[in-house]
C-alpha cells in the first residue's frame, strides 16, 4: 500500500526524509519537528541499516551525522547522495570536515547544535517538490 499524508496535511509540503542519529534525544527532537512540518521521516541509529533502510523508504532527503559508532558516516554519504540530497550534521568545528562532507556529496552541512525549526527550514529548502501522485 502507498505512503498517504495524513488528511489535515496537504502532499504538496510533504517530503520523505531518512533521518540516520545515533542519539535518540536529537533524533527525537529531530522526527518531532519534521513531522510537525508534515514531513515522512524514516530514523535510522545504525549504520548498518541505513542501506535496507535507504531502499525501503526511498527518501527525497537523508539527514546523516557525521559521527556514528558502527561506521563510516562518509562511506554512507557516497553510496546515499547519488539517490538524494544529503545533509551532514556535524559536531565537529573544523573546517576539514564540511569539506571532506562536500567532496564525497553532501549538499549542505549543518553544525550541531542547531535550532530545530533551522533544520526544518534547510530540509523545506532542499527536499525536491512533490510530483502529483508521487508513490
Given amino acids: 500500500m502507498p505512503w498517504e499524508p495524513p488528511a489535515n496535511i496537504s ?3 510533504m517530503a520523505r526524509v531518512l ?3 545515533d542519539e535518540p534525544n536529537i533524533a527525537s527532537i529531530i522526527v518531532f519537528k519534521l513531522e510537525r512540518e508534515g514531513h ?11 542501506p535496507a533502510a535507504a531502499e525501503a523508504a526511498r527518501p527525497e532527503l537523508v539527514l546523516l551525522d557525521s559521527s556514528l559508532p558502527d561506521g563510516d558516516p562518509f562511506i554512507l554519504l557516497s553510496v546515499l ?3 538524494a540530497p544529503v545533509v551532514m550534521m556535524t559536531e ?3 573546517t576539514v570536515t564540511p569539506q571532506r562532507a562536500r567532496e564525497a556529496g553532501a549538499v549542505a552541512t549543518v553544525e550541531k ?6 533544520l526544518a527550514r534547510l530540509v523545506a529548502q532542499l527536499a525536491p517538490a512533490p510530483a502529483a501522485g508521487r508513490p
Fill in 113 to 118: 547544535p542547531f535550532k530545530p525549526t533551522q
Fill in 81 to 83: 547522495s547519488p539517490r
Fill in 92 to 94: 565537529f568545528r573544523d
Fill in 19 to 21: 533521518l540516520v542519529e
Fill in 40 to 50: 515522512e521521516v524514516r530514523w535510522e541509529s545504525s549504520a548498518t541499516a541505513v
Fill in 11 to 13: 502532499a504538496a509540503t
